[in-house]
């Protein structure tokens, strides 16, 4: 089943540049499809409840609210919201249900790292070789920063941000093979300074540092390997960055930004004028010209920071219980280190949007699905001898 989930997320982001409905559909309804196994499996094995599942669960509940007794400004874009956060929610019970085995949980952030990986190298030499097509071959309508198959910046340099602590916690671990698992984060971090994203790089850089002083102050890298890795993560890095050149991203930050502030300032308006219900959830650009102070010549699409959007479309309890999601988030990823990626998208959420992609916000939410399991796992092999543990592991992959 593991093997099943990692190829639905694969899927999604390798589609993501198509611009039709099709492959968030098959990916909604594979994911669908496998809560629906896992439902079915739960008399089997019970599970826990983790407070993730409430602040998700409530976002489906707060939907459904505002679609049955009208307080939407659309109400097929509510529908809409409905289903993706339905598919968020499921993508959590699939993931904790699958990943409380802790050999599963290390095959699928390896799965994640090494995907992410290729799709950084990938992405790199399309950005400068293929003139705006996707994998060279498909036309985009834009002629710079597409990368891979995500032709917004921000949102791969937000794919990248949730697996790079991943990668950056296998290669400072001190393991062998120091120079091809460094190399790993450090071609993941080359990639978003070439994306051009400012956030991006900023929060990339954030990632790198945090995960070096997490890992080393608590003791957790240590000794001569470490050192090493350390050494040879941090010349790759500065190797990598001068290859790709960090003159995209140092002259977007020269660039004063003129429609943020105005999104933000229109959502603040929608936020005061419905403060306790919202204008109902996926409505923001059909209330956005309302509350406009500005006409920039162009269809608005997102408030560019989804935790104003939140704010806006389901007012002041729905951003709330979306922020003990983040807040819960916070501790289980400083304890994991790995998953600081999960912290990183969501403070990048407050200047950008990579959470009303299905996809993406998919990827956060299944890291947080896994930072919930990782606990269970630790339980379980505690109670286990090391021979059960070893042996249980051989089962779990014989049958995949």
């Known amino acids: ?11 999604a982001i390798l589609t993501l540049w198509v611009p039709a409905w099709w492959p968030v559909t098959v990916f909604q309804v594979g994911v669908f499809a496998l809560a629906g196994v896992a439902v079915l499996q739960a008399p089997q094995r019970p599970l826990k409840l983790r407070w993730p599942l409430a602040p998700l669960a ?18 097929l874009k509510t529908q809409t919201a409905i ?5 968020l929610l499921a993508v959590f019970l699939i993931g ?10 290390q095959w699928f952030r390896s799965a994640m790292v090494w ?21 060279w071959l498909f036309p985009t309508g834009y002629t710079d920063y597409v990368l891979g198959p995500i032709v917004y910046h921000n949102h791969y340099a937000a794919f ?12 400072l671990r001190g393991k062998r093979r120091a120079l091809l698992h460094t190399a790993i984060p450090a071609a993941m971090y080359a990639s978003v300074i070439a994306s051009g994203s400012r956030a991006g790089s900023v929060l990339a850089s954030a990632e790198v540092v945090a995960v070096i ?4 102050l608590g003791g957790r890298a240590s000794g001569r390997a470490a050192g090493l890795s350390l050494v040879s993560l941090a010349a790759l890095c500065a190797v990598f960055t001068l290859v790709v050149g960090p003159e995209a991203v140092w002259s977007r930050f020269q660039i004063a930004e003129e429609m943020r502030p105005q999104f933000a300032a229109a959502s603040l308006h929608m936020i005061s004028a419905h403060p306790w219900i919202g204008v109902g959830l996926g409505t923001w650009p059909t209330v956005y010209p309302r509350y406009a102070l500005a006409d920039f010549g162009v269809y608005v699409n997102q408030a560019h920071s989804d935790w104003l959007q ?5 007012g002041v309890p729905f951003v709330l219980m979306i922020a003990t999601l983040f807040t819960w988030s916070i501790r289980a990823a400083w304890r994991s280190v790995w998953g600081l990626g999960v912290v990183a998208v969501f403070l990048h959420a407050s200047v950008d949007y990579p959470f009303s992609r299905p996809a993406l916000g998919s990827w956060v939410v299944v890291i947080i699905a896994m930072l919930a399991a990782r606990g269970v796992a630790g339980r379980q092999n505690d109670s286990q001898p090391p021979e059960q543990i070893i042996f249980a592991e051989n089962l779990n992959r014989s049958s995949d």
């Open 1 to 11: 089943m593991r093997i099943i989930l990692a190829a639905l997320f694969f899927f």
């Open 310 to 314: 939140w704010a806006a479309e389901g």
């Open 160 to 171: 990248i941000e949730a697996v790079l602590p991943m990668a950056l916690y296998e290669a």
């Open 58 to 75: 409530f976002a489906v509940l707060w939907g459904t609210m505002q679609w049955l007794t009208g307080r939407t400004a659309y109400a």
């Open 115 to 135: 995907f992410a990986f290729a799709v950084s190298v990938q992405a790199t030499l399309q950005n400068f070789t293929a003139g705006g097509r996707v994998f």
């Open 83 to 87: 289903v993706h956060w339905a598919t």
């Open 96 to 105: 904790y249900s699958v990943l409380r085995d802790a050999s599963a949980l």
């Open 213 to 216: 002083a997490i890992l080393w």
